[in-house]
């Protein structure tokens, strides 16, 4: 019974501290200049990373180290910490729920019109259109390892290997809740695909100049090469055939990179400014 209550309560305390930071965030845009100042770098960069780090990690830890915490003497260390997890992912499954309903409670002509929502439910079914929604949840922790990983690992290849610095904001941002009539459950996970893809875009950004810069050779598929291509231009601008030989690979190396930088893949911007200065911002 006693875990029961505590799981309870971790459930519970996630479902209301994520309620309330929905509620600022709403409230953010009604308090003159400087509200709308803070909305706008809640959207973007650092900012947006720390709404997300509230919403999606943070839960999952607190209710790892509550779970472990309260529970480990009854259950065990382990046990307890998963009880908890399992528990602030109930809370946050709750939240987005509650928040779907009130949010379009709020906007009933906009529920009424044109949605997303109405015309997936009817091409694939409703059941299957929202268990397929939610079932993509499974990458949010993904998603969020890779954003650490654009913070963790690529900044300081910038020093050691001139790789080109970026601004994250410049990829890492939504906007979507500024569309007119997209509210409740088309708004939540449309937010989410806006994060998703900029983190995304900014991850394979980054890897094309890590291939570029170490690894400049076609892979012997041509599948592959056909099926990477989009993401990785290079195979077809300057990457070294998969039958060429070490020399090649050499005389790329020594064409495209450079003692001064920076060393981006072979087709980014960058190359193009006079000078060789880079055109991206540095975080």
């Known amino acids: 019974m006693q875990e029961l209550i505590w799981a309870g309560s971790i459930a519970g305390s996630t479902l209301v501290s994520l309620l309330v930071g929905a509620g600022v965030l709403h409230l953010l845009g009604r308090l003159g200049s400087a ?3 803070a909305s706008e770098w809640c959207c973007r960069g650092i900012g947006l990373d720390l709404v997300i780090t509230w919403f999606t990690a943070l839960p999952m830890v ?3 180290a509550t779970g472990s915490s309260a529970l480990g003497a009854s259950l065990g260390h382990w046990l307890g910490a998963l009880v908890g997890l399992v528990a602030a992912v109930v809370g946050q499954i709750a939240a987005v729920c509650v928040w779907t309903v009130l949010h379009e409670l709020a906007h009933r002509d906009a529920v009424k019109g044109p949605r997303i929502v109405k015309v997936l ?3 694939v079914g ?3 259109n929202h268990a397929a929604v939610w079932w993509t949840a499974w990458c949010v922790p993904v998603f969020f390892v890779v954003r650490v990983a654009e913070y963790v690992v690529y900044p300081p290849l910038t020093w050691l290997v001139r790789l080109p610095r ?3 904001a410049d990829w890492v941002r939504v906007s979507r809740h500024k569309f007119k009539g997209l509210v409740g459950h088309d708004l939540i996970w449309c937010l989410y695909c806006d994060w998703m893809t900029g983190v995304w875009s900014l991850g394979t950004e980054m890897l094309r100049n890590v291939e ?3 690894c400049p050779i076609r892979f012997d598929s041509a599948k592959k090469c056909a099926n990477c291509r989009t993401d990785f231009p290079d195979i077809d601008a300057g990457w ?3 039958d060429g030989d070490m020399a090649q690979v050499e005389a790329v190396l020594a064409a495209k990179q450079s003692r001064e930088g920076p060393n981006a893949w072979f087709g ?3 190359r193009l400014t006079v000078g060789g200065e880079a055109a991206d911002r540095a975080d």
Do not use: D, K, L, Q
């Open 35 to 37: 509200g709308r100042a």
């Open 62 to 64: 607190g209710g790892i």
């Open 121 to 123: 439910n009817r091409t």
């Open 126 to 128: 409703r059941w299957r």
């Open 166 to 168: 970026y601004e994250s």
């Open 212 to 214: 570029s810069f170490w």
């Open 240 to 242: 070294v055939p998969a």
């Open 268 to 270: 980014h911007p960058v």
